[in-house]
């Protein structure tokens, strides 16, 4: 199988300001991962300390379910959104309806807002969730038909006090390894958000 291509996401938009200078838009060019998750990635973000809140569209509680799998996950696990329909993204999550009818749900601008959404959501008596993350994309058989995007495309949202921040992963193979694909990249995402955040702490 193909490897997927990680590419910045949104890049002919304006990029979403970040605190401290941070870019809004990751680039990660020709990153390659095994499509299986690791335990010790699952383990990594139920170690990582940082509340998470989870909102998925094509990964449909994966992600979720993936992070639950590792015991002591309610550590760090706020909950998560299945939010499949574009008008739930838009009602539960606070995605812009004007920006779907406009670009469709597979958006860049799209997972960042889910993520945020995501966040708010899983605030508690401690606040809001610590980190965001969101998943939306293209599954297949067949493409997007609101917009005609491509099988394989997929944005990972991540929200957090630096700003909100999007990754286009580019996935190859069945609906189902690229519903893996794009949960492993999510997982990806938080551990990276995560690791981020330390270092700022400690600085």
């Given amino acids: 199988?193909?490897?997927?291509?990680?590419?910045?996401?949104?890049?002919?938009?304006?990029?979403?300001?970040m605190p401290e200078g941070g870019a809004a838009q990751e680039t990660?060019?020709?990153?390659?991962?095994?499509v299986e998750l690791r335990a010790s990635e699952l383990a990594a973000v139920v170690a990582c300390g940082y509340s998470i809140a989870?909102?998925?569209?094509?990964t449909g509680g994966l992600?979720?379910?993936?992070?639950?799998?590792?015991?002591?996950?309610?550590?760090?696990l706020r909950g998560g959104v299945v939010a499949y329909d574009t008008?739930?993204?838009?009602?539960?999550?606070?995605?812009?309806?004007?920006?779907?009818?406009?670009?469709?749900?597979?958006?860049?601008?799209?997972?960042?807002?889910?993520?945020?959404?995501?966040?708010r959501i899983g605030t508690t008596a401690a606040g809001e969730a610590q980190i965001g993350v969101s998943t939306t994309g293209v599954a297949g058989p067949t493409p997007d038909p609101q917009t005609g995007t491509?099988?394989?495309?997929?944005?990972?949202?991540?929200?957090?006090?630096?700003?909100?921040?999007?990754?286009?992963?580019?996935?190859h193979g069945d609906r189902a390894q690229i519903r893996e694909w794009s949960v492993r990249a999510a997982i990806r995402a938080v551990l990276d958000e995560a690791r981020i955040l330390g270092e700022h702490a400690r600085s």
């Fill in 28 to 34: 990660e060019r020709g990153a390659e991962w095994p």
């Fill in 54 to 58: 989870v909102a998925e569209s094509l």
């Fill in 1 to 17: 199988m193909t490897s997927p291509q990680v590419a910045p996401a949104g890049s002919s938009q304006e990029p979403r300001p």
């Fill in 150 to 171: 491509a099988v394989g495309t997929v944005f990972i949202g991540i929200s957090s006090v630096r700003g909100d921040r999007s990754i286009a992963v580019h996935a």
């Fill in 87 to 119: 008008e739930l993204k838009h009602r539960v999550l606070g995605v812009d309806a004007a920006l779907m009818a406009e670009f469709g749900p597979v958006d860049p601008r799209v997972a960042e807002q889910m993520a945020r959404g995501a966040r």
């Fill in 63 to 76: 992600v979720l379910a993936s992070i639950v799998s590792v015991p002591g996950a309610s550590a760090v």
